[in-house]
């Protein structure tokens, strides 16, 4: 959807800087961007995808109740240290079921 509305903005540029910026605004915008933990935490119990110091990327929960620095949790029940995440970002839309002909 986002690709085709940049090809249309790219296409009618007409010597201004609008089709562009806006052009360059929506590819940004519209792809996944790595939150670091220093600047934002995700919600209580909530599944992402974390990008460890080791550069491993999981998809773990946030437990933001915890009264350690242990407050990642994978699916296998393992918690992790605040300090073993460095950035995260939210999880995907599922996706949409190809509706049926009838």
């Given at each position: ?37 220093t ?18 990327i ?18 296998s ?6 300090y ?6 939210p ?10 002909e009838?």
């Amino acid at each position: 959807m986002y690709e085709e509305l940049v090809k249309h903005l790219r296409f009618y540029e007409d010597g201004t800087l609008y089709y562009k910026q806006a052009a360059d605004a929506i590819e940004v915008l519209s792809k996944p961007q790595w939150i670091p933990v220093t600047e934002r935490l995700p919600d209580h119990l909530t599944s992402v995808i974390v990008h460890r110091k080791d550069g491993g990327i999981f998809i773990w929960e946030y437990f933001d109740t915890s009264p350690t620095d242990e407050c990642w949790i994978d699916d296998s029940m393992n918690v992790y240290s605040f300090y073993d995440v460095t950035h995260w970002m939210p999880l995907p839309e599922p996706p949409k079921e190809a509706e049926e002909e009838t």
